[in-house]
């Protein structure tokens, strides 16, 4: 089949399995990771995943989290930075010591593999949470704001954890590196980030914004889009955590509403579809009779240990239980995170190809649970609160 048909099929089913899930009260997101399930390997086998699906599925992500930044706020992000980290290293402590105690206890595992299949359950993929919150308007409310402060926290936790672990448990030449190095080149990536987005955005949007081109402000925002997430995984972290910082600093700027207009058309009209499919694509039936009850247990843990540890970070700073249910349930979804975590896992030998196969499973499991707790916890609150930055005076942080 060749990549246009390909490209074709993703299109026309994702809308159309938006829709159903629209129809059915169910978020669009469902409907599109769906389809990758049923359409690929696991079901029918019309899509496989190729490397043309891989690239745009990248760029898709890449381009959600920019969407994400750009539509955030910084001072809402920093107003609540103390329960967001809070938040991300409970939903780290949760789910890691209590998969890595059942691993190495009941299912007999090494405690270095033990460990590494922990730390896969600890990463948090907020890409098809920010999804949902656009969907039913709660991205900008304290909520969103410190899922997607913790999900940037839990990302640099987890990052920093991989490498610690790699570096004492892995083999290869991955291992070799310094422990202090691998820490010190994550620090410069966020001195890196304030910096260009602070000092360098700014003037960067001026110049391009005066040149005498089509399209040209939203040509410069996605060559920062990129350009940021080139960085972030030139230092070893996160493309989208890059590109999440770029759409951070172009919020701060006067285009912010013009750029919203143009990006998301440019990324839900092609390239987000494609990276919803992937994430389905992933999944197969084959041999899962023999790690079923593995599967089964991690999939509860991994849903539970999110849940508990950061409904527990947001109510320690006075968020009502289902305030604090939402941020739980925000952080649920594993995602991208959780694929690189044990694509790393696999390289260092901690882990064979049958449980990365049973690990893949359950991150599309619970990347396709997530979004339906998320919604039901969002959908037991009254009403929407959207609030501004300048007027939040309801969590104590």
Known sequence: MSYLVQLVLILLLTKLGAHLSNVLNFPSVIGELLVGVIAGPAVLHILVGTTFIQYFSEIGVIVLMFIAGLEGDLHLLMKFWKPALTVAVLG???????????????????????????????????????????????????????????????????????????AFFGSGASSNQPVWLMISTKLLFFVAMLVLGRWFVPPFMS??????????????????????????????????????????????????????????????????PVFFVSIGLNITFKGLQNDLVFIISLIVIAIIGKQIGGALGAKMFQLNWNESNVVGAGMISRGEM?????????????????????????????????????????????APKKIRSDSINEVKV
């Open 92 to 166: 780290v402590i949760f789910p890691t010591i209590t998969a890595a105690s059942l691993c190495a206890l009941v299912f007999g595992f090494k405690w270095t593999t033990a460990i590494f299949i922990g730390l896969i359950l600890s990463a948090t993929s907020v890409s098809i949470s920010v999804q949902v919150l656009k969907e039913m308007g709660r991205l900008n409310t304290k909520e969103g704001a410190i899922i997607l402060g913790a999900a940037v926290a839990d990302d640099i936790i987890c990052v920093i954890l991989l490498g610690i672990c790699v």
């Open 207 to 272: 110049f391009f914004s005066k040149l005498n081109t089509s399209e040209n402000i939203a040509t410069g925002a996605v060559i920062l889009c990129f350009g940021f997430a080139a960085i972030a995984v030139a230092l070893g972290m996160s493309d989208v955590l890059g590109a999440y910082f770029a759409g951070i600093a172009l919020s701060e700027t006067k285009f912010k509403e013009t750029l919203t207009e143009k990006i998301e058309p440019i990324g839900y009209s092609i390239f987000i």
């Open 338 to 382: 959780a694929l690189v975590v044990a694509n790393v896992a696999l390289g260092a030998k901690l882990i064979d190809q049958n449980h990365y196969t049973a690990m893949i499973l359950v991150t599309v499991v619970t990347t396709i649970i997530a979004p339906l707790i998320l919604k039901f916890f969002i959908q037991r609150q009254t």
